[in-house]
């Protein structure tokens, strides 16, 4: 069956680097879309960064612009999302999703979702 995996995440002061990695199995990565949402204590979801099938396109959100980058290895099934410079208000719970069709930042748009791995910016 359809299974995404999430890892990498961990504590980390600010100004330092994570990368999560999204591990997926049951379908060809090339065949779809994958998208990196969040969710902070108290807030909404947030779509922050999507890759389309071959990965040649991207979308990130303004606040991550800059600082994080999507990549996929189709060979490998897995998705990455390398975050420079975090912030505080990066801490939050880091998901990666299957899209239904095209690169979206609506939760909406996506149908497979993965456990989620906790992210948390402090010193």
């Known amino acids: 069956q359809v299974q995404l995996v999430e890892s990498g995440g961990g504590l980390v002061q600010p100004g330092g680097s994570l990368r999560l990695s999204c591990a997926a199995s049951?379908?060809?990565?090339?065949?779809?879309?994958i998208g990196w949402f969040r969710q902070a204590p108290g807030k909404e979801r947030e779509g922050i960064s999507c890759?389309?099938?071959?990965?040649?396109?991207?979308y990130y959100l303004d606040s991550v612009k800059g600082r994080f980058t999507i990549s996929k290895n189709n060979a490998r099934n897995t998705v990455y999302l390398q975050m420079n410079s975090l912030k505080p208000e990066d801490t939050a719970v880091y998901y990666c999703?299957?899209?239904?069709?095209?690169?979206?930042?609506?939760?909406?748009?996506?149908?497979?979702w993965g456990q989620g791995t906790q992210v948390t910016v402090s010193s």
């Open positions: 999703a299957r899209s239904i069709a095209r690169c979206s930042r609506y939760g909406t748009d996506f149908n497979s």
């Open positions: 890759i389309n099938k071959s990965g040649s396109s991207t």
């Open positions: 049951g379908f060809t990565l090339g065949d779809y879309a």
